[in-house]
């Protein structure tokens, strides 16, 4: 699983910082980073609340397997189901 932060499109608000309920970013040069990826448990709540869509979420592609690795809900969900914090 990889998070990644457009830096050219992040405005360092700082909303996602403060939104994320598994404290994943920080802001770091006034840019987010995702600094605890593993930490996500796919709630979406950061991609609802970035006003500049500076946040991508990108599930890990099994061997063989084409479908799109972006943020569609059902990647997401067979994401966050393998992947899930107990
Ligand atoms: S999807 Fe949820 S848990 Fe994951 S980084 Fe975004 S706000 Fe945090
Ligand atoms: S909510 Fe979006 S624009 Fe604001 S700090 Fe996070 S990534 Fe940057």
Not at 13 to 36: F, I
Request: aromatic residues 4%; glycine residues 6%; negative net charge.
């Amino acid at each position: 699983m990889e998070i990644h932060v457009d830096k050219d499109a992040c405005v360092g608000c700082g909303l996602c910082v403060k939104d994320c309920p598994m404290h994943v970013y920080e802001l770091q040069d006034n840019v987010s980073v995702a600094v605890r990826p593993n930490n996500c448990m796919g709630c979406l709540s950061c991609h609802e609340i970035c006003p500049a869509q500076a946040l991508e979420h990108r599930a890990s592609t099994p061997p063989g397997d084409t479908t799109s690795t972006s943020r569609s809900v059902k990647c997401f969900g067979r994401w966050s189901d393998e992947r899930r914090i107990h």
